[in-house]
């Protein structure tokens, strides 16, 4: 068993579109370890994207992700990391659409920036991102 952190994006929260991603996790076949909705100050945005910070995006990635709440969830399931992430499909949601039109962000995305969802990608990312979201008593 693996655990993954997903993040519900502003624009897919806006959308009223939480209930349906969620959803879709649960019929995957995964369970939901913890669950919250937040909203991010900018020093916290940063952090967590701390491995972007040289990117050309990083500044928009942050105002995006302050923009308005989010919803974070920890997935358990088999090799969770990677299913998550093809579930979720290719960062850019115009692309998406192209490649992987059932996946999360093709369904619920915009484009490269507002594309509805986060999900770690990698053992090391995950094991950054968890407890960046969530202390030992939010896991059940
Ligand atoms: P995410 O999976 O949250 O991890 C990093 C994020 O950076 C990514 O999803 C995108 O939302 C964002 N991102 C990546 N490339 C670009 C880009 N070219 N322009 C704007 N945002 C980007």
Known sequence: MQRTLIIIKPDAVQKKATGKILDRFIEEGFEIKALKMLRFTEEQAKQFYIVHKDRPFYGELVEFMTSGPVVAAILEGENAIQRVREIIGPTDSEEARKVAPNSVRALFGTDKGKNAIHASDSEE????????????????
């Open 125 to 140: 990312s995950a094991s950054y991102e968890i407890p960046f979201i969530f202390s030992g008593l939010e896991v059940v």
